[in-house]
């Protein structure tokens, strides 16, 4: 019996060699893992990579001492068998013992180097076949759709780094955005007391007016005009913005240069124009506003503005004497401007022609020979219509005054040779009694029958 416990003594050591040699394998491998393998830079593309080669490893250690248990095992039975036989056998046995015991010291010896072997090509101090940085791929950072810090990486599991185990170092936050430049904030001090769409009395209309008068920032200004405005479409306020002298103050911001505060201007004096007192208040700036609706840009929300002016200014005959000077302009601008230039500049027109005082200075015009193109059926109809109406009150002021023998009186380049002499808009608007629309074709009917 002393042969079997001897046998099983030298395997119980040799399991126990080889769980030692596992355990000093795997403590020395993982240190130098954290010392070789990882990197700073590229901890987290290899964090994955790196648990799979160390399952990997594992099994393969695991297999390696699960067959030197077996191995182990297999000789403790062999020397188990050996105690178990016949008395007779015990001499042959015991002269056989040396060689045994030889044999399996060699065996441990020699599972004890292959393990030794194994552990060090693990931890690199022999040849290594082949390392994790050769088979590394590097995924280019992209910035997290929607999220903020890390786990955005689409080569990188979210939270896999702390799953490992491993330090990682400094931390690089690649997704840290610098701070937005600080743009410089435009504050606008306000200190208007009303609201723009404010039904005001005849005590904060005076507020309103200390304000405009003293005030020189242009958005206080523009505030107070649009205010105004919008007080002046109001009858009571109408008369109320006048009596207290409001019409000279509101006057006076058409001289500034800024095209805002002109237009808001011409916008209150227009809805002030409305009633027959405020046009004797306005009638003294006429003049210039008619000056700075033919200078300032073309098709501008200025000329639109003074144009309305005017249009309102003209409807009475009161006035109309004070633009005579300026019909060539009006003219040239029916040429010129675009669409809504054309219709508001025609109804201004109308206005002279349906005064007979004034045809004479119509007549002596001098306008652009293009100006026969406006009696073109593609023209839209309500430039036709207000053309036609042009033509139909000339044409009745001409037989009215007796203008149709004085001839002479007017040059090649004028409205009267355009118009009467010429023949060349009776062939045009001969040419529109055909025309889809129904209004259109009426309105020539008419003009044709008083020919």
Not at 226 to 233: F, Q, S, W
Request: proline share 4%; net charge positive; glycine share 8%.
């Amino acid at each position: 019996m002393g042969r079997t416990r001897d046998a099983g003594c030298v395997a119980a050591g040799v399991v126990i060699g080889a769980g030692a040699c596992y355990c000093v394998y795997k403590l020395t491998w993982g240190r130098d893992e954290n010392e070789k393998i990882w990197d700073d830079d590229e901890e987290a593309n290899d964090a994955t990579e790196t648990r799979m080669d160390t399952q990997k490893r594992a099994q393969a250690n695991s297999g390696t001492v699960a067959a030197a248990r077996v191995e182990a095992h297999s000789v403790a039975n062999a020397e188990v068998n050996l105690g178990v036989k016949s008395g007779s056998n015990l001499k042959a046995e015991a002269n056989m013992a040396a060689p045994i015991g030889g044999g399996l010291e060699a065996k441990a010896k020699a599972l004890f180097n292959t393990l030794k072997q194994q552990a060090s090509a693990k931890m690199g101090k022999g040849s290594r076949v082949g390392t994790v940085s050769g088979t590394r791929s590097l995924v280019q950072s992209l910035p997290c759709p929607g999220g903020r810090g890390g786990g955005c990486h689409p080569g990188r599991a979210r939270g896999g780094s702390k799953s490992s185990g491993k330090p990682k170092g400094k931390s690089k936050n690649k997704n840290a955005r610098p701070p937005p430049a600080a743009y410089p904030v435009r504050r606008i001090k306000f200190n208007f007391p009303y609201k723009i769409d404010d039904i005001l009395g005849a005590a904060d209309l005076q507020k309103v007016l200390n304000i405009l008068e003293r005030s020189n920032d242009p958005f206080i200004q523009e505030v107070a005009l649009v205010t105004l405005g919008n007080n002046a479409a109001y009858t009571f306020n109408q008369n109320a913005i006048r009596e207290l002298g409001g019409v000279p103050i509101i006057a006076k911001m058409i001289k500034t240069k800024d095209p805002i505060i002109r237009e808001k201007a011409y916008n209150a004096l227009n809805n002030l124009s409305v009633i027959s007192e405020n046009q004797g208040k306005i009638k003294t700036y006429i003049s210039q506003v008619c000056d700075d609706t033919m200078i300032c840009r073309l098709d501008s929300a200025v000329q639109m503005a003074g144009l309305r002016l005017l249009t309102n200014m003209t409807v009475t005959n009161h006035y109309q004497h004070l633009l005579s000077y300026s019909f060539p302009d009006f003219f040239s601008l029916l040429f010129l401007g675009n669409h809504f230039t054309k219709i508001q500049t025609m109804k201004l027109i109308i206005n002279f022609t349906e005064n007979p005082a004034m045809t004479k200075e119509l007549l002596g015009s001098k306008v652009p020979s293009e100006l026969i193109s406006l009696f073109n059926k593609e023209r839209d109809r309500e430039i036709l219509l207000n053309i036609l109406t042009i033509f139909e009150n000339i044409n009745d002021n001409i037989k009215s005054e007796g203008f149709a023998s004085s001839k002479r009186e007017f040059s090649r380049s004028s409205l009267f040779f355009l118009f009467k002499e010429s023949g060349v808009c009776v062939k045009k608007i001969k040419a529109l009694i055909n025309h889809k629309d129904l209004v259109v074709k009426v309105k020539v009917l008419k003009v044709l029958t008083k020919l």
